[in-house]
């Protein structure tokens, strides 16, 4: 499978959990987060997760949003025994069954470092921005080669100019781009919001440790409190 074709059919993708969890279960959830994002970041192709933490005790929401860098390694995440242990034990310390939604597409191109967002922006936006980087880059590499494409198939040339062009958006030029914009993308209003949020994060945990369960996070972090 070629490269253009593993981006359509496999691309990268970021879910966002919602979850409310019951008043009496806050410490208990909150050790399941770290055990949850600790299992999480050892699956292949894991890019980072986020929490954001309830604003206010009358809305007892918690929203976990993170990224696999293909569908396929989310897959292998969904049907893991470590998911289904997690989410056992998450159960009983929520008030009803989590809300996922999975984001896939140009929707991903659209996120800003540090400050990932449910709501991408409108869609006007993201043509627009697409297109202008697209348009230099498949000038730039229809003429670099030309005399090398002039003498291919028309499909064949432009196999090769997307096989160039996808990657060099995805990794390249799109997050950079989604920067360049960011405040006509995300209006100062909607960013000011985000960075409220952001004060309530817990930030991406990267452990090395085994799979844990609530009892021994619970002792470590006694310990560590000593």
Known sequence: MSETQSS????????????RVKPECKEEFELFLVGITNACGQFRGHLG????????????????IFKFDRLSNLRNWETSPERKQWFDIAEPLTVSPPQIQIISGLET????????????PPRYKMVLVTWLAVFPLITII????????????????VAIVTAIAVPTMTYLLMPQMTKLFAVWLYPP??????????????????????????????????????
């Open 8 to 19: 359509v059919n496999d691309p990268s993708v970021t879910v966002t959990i919602s979850r």
């Open 49 to 64: 997760s986020n929490i954001f933490r309830p604003v206010n005790s009358d809305d007892p929401e918690y929203r976990i």
């Open 109 to 120: 191109w659209f996120t800003l470092p540090g400050r990932p967002s449910i709501t991408p």
């Open 142 to 157: 229809s003429a670099t080669l030309q005399e090398l494409l002039v003498m291919l198939p028309l499909v064949l040339r």
């Open 189 to 226: 209003t909607e960013i000011a919001s985000s960075k409220d949020d952001k004060t309530k994060m817990i930030e991406s945990v990267q452990l090395t440790k085994p799979l844990p369960d609530l009892r021994s996070l619970q002792e470590d972090l006694e310990s560590i409190a000593l």
